[in-house]
């Protein structure tokens, strides 16, 4: 099964949360599971805020590239289309609001869990919950907005032009 992140183009691929051609990124992975959307992810030594613990910002970075990948495939899911369609659906986020609620450990696979909450237009928002071996260590809720489509196509025109240098 493909991860919403693997139908980004090429062009728009370089988040360093969800970009898969981000070779220094997280390159996180977000999948269906029902009608939550769920991403494991295990933190790495270099993520430590105090020995043993993981760094809240990268709590804030899973949560948010977790939602607005989740944000892209719940839009196609209400129009009714495949992920990787044309016109491209992306997400960016408007707010995003943590709630750090205990400890989370560096040893663990952590698993978020996110749910739409609304979508409405190109708004959607959603809850995000982030867990180690089962207790939840924080909360989020992000507000996402579609980017549009004249957006994309300004990126890929400076994605060529990048190519073109190299």
């Known amino acids: 099964m493909k991860a919403f992140q693997d139908y980004y183009s090429d062009d728009v691929s370089h988040c360093y949360g969800c970009g898969r051609l981000n070779v220094h990124g997280l390159q996180i992975k977000s999948y269906w599971d029902g009608d939550e959307s769920v991403c494991r992810f295990q933190p790495q ?3 430590t805020a105090i020995p043993g613990y993981v760094y809240g910002g990268l709590i804030a970075s899973l949560i948010d590239c977790h939602a607005t990948g989740t944000a892209a495939a719940a839009k196609h899911r209400q ?3 495949e992920m990787g369609s044309q016109p491209a659906i992306r997400f960016v986020t408007a707010s995003l609001h943590v709630d750090y609620l ?3 450990p560096m040893d663990v ?3 978020l869990r996110g749910r739409v909450t609304e979508i409405k237009g190109k708004k959607v928002v959603l809850a995000v919950s982030l867990s180690a071996q089962g207790a939840v260590c924080a909360r989020g809720e992000v507000v ?3 980017v549009p489509p ?3 196509d300004k990126l890929k025109a400076e994605s060529s032009k990048l190519k073109a240098k190299d």
Do not use: C, F, S
């Open 79 to 81: 129009e009714g289309r």
């Open 102 to 104: 205990a400890p989370t």
């Open 45 to 47: 030594p270099y993520h």
């Open 144 to 146: 996402t907005v579609q």
């Open 109 to 111: 696979v952590l698993e």
């Open 150 to 152: 004249d957006w994309i």
